[in-house]
């Protein structure tokens, strides 16, 4: 049997650790779902045990004069308690811009804006009923 040797420098080594860490990261399930309805909690919920990162932006823009953006960062981690409710905590954060703007002052930067936490409770589960129905409660605090 004939063996070949290839000779390994540092960088190599990285590099094939790099690889096959790559390789590893792909093997693992991960599963980016759709939402059909942006601005409504659609009525699913994790199963227990399930945890899912989310992250949430909303883009806010014009006004009558100057220039004005704002981004809505949100970052939500949710888990399943049981196979019909879930909970989740949420960190804000804001990032403005605003330039001669009528009644707002100049300003650019970004902000932490509070936490939330969410209860999601499923009544009717859209997969084996005809419609799906769930009890949604959020409460926020920003100091």
């Not at 049997?1 to 790559?22: E, T």
């Not at 879930?86 to 330039?99: E, I, Q, R």
């Not at 009923?129 to 100091?143: C, F, W």
Request: with cysteine; charged share 20%.
């Amino acid at each position: 049997m004939n063996s070949v040797f290839i000779p390994c420098s540092p960088s190599l080594n990285h590099r094939r650790a790099l690889v096959a860490a790559l390789w590893l990261a792909a093997l693992l399930t991960a599963r980016a779902d759709e939402r059909l309805f942006t601005y409504v909690q659609e009525a699913e919920v994790l199963p227990k045990g399930g945890l899912e990162f989310e992250q949430w932006l909303t883009h806010r823009r014009g006004k009558a004069n100057g220039v004005f953006a704002a981004w809505d960062f949100r970052e939500e981690l949710e888990y399943g308690l049981t196979d019909r409710l879930t909970v989740a905590g949420y960190l804000n954060f804001k990032s403005t811009h605003s330039d001669g703007v009528t009644g707002q002052p100049d300003e650019s930067g970004i902000e932490f804006e509070g936490v939330s936490t969410e209860l999601k409770y499923q009544l009717l589960n859209p997969n084996t009923k005809p419609m799906g129905l769930l009890l949604y409660g959020e409460a926020t605090y920003n100091g």
